[in-house]
């Protein structure tokens, strides 16, 4: 079983930043693939960066540029900063951890973008 918790989001006026954290704990290995989704009010999950065990990333068009996923040299913590926030980033964003084929999900960390 693995756990993950993440933490980090807030209230932010536009242009500002943000910086989320997902610490992982239980069986999880250095093979596992981490990613970020994010799903606003009214509307479906939609993928936002993902992190490959061998490091490389993948991000969605509607973020490139503005957020940055990377994760701690342990394995355990990886992190999504975002910079130049929009209104339209405003959701509930979600750490996935793929361990051995099986998608865990975190809680959700609300992350609202507003003057």
């Known amino acids: 079983q693995v756990q993950l918790v993440e933490s980090g989001g807030g209230l932010v006026q536009p242009g500002g930043s943000l910086r989320l954290s997902c610490a992982a704990s239980?069986?999880?290995?250095?093979?596992?693939?981490m990613a970020w989704y994010r799903q606003a009010p009214g509307k479906e999950r939609e993928f936002v960066a993902r992190?490959?065990?061998?490091?490389?990333?993948t991000y969605a068009d509607f973020v490139k540029g503005r957020f940055v996923i990377s994760r701690d040299n342990v394995l355990i913590t990886v992190f999504l900063q975002m910079n130049s926030l929009k209104p339209e980033d405003t959701a509930v964003y979600y750490c996935?951890?793929?361990?051995?084929?099986?998608?865990?999900w975190g809680q959700g960390t609300r992350v609202t973008v507003s003057s």
């Open positions: 992190i490959s065990p061998g490091g490389e990333t």
């Open positions: 239980g069986r999880i290995s250095s093979f596992d693939t």
């Open positions: 996935n951890r793929v361990v051995f084929g099986i998608t865990y």
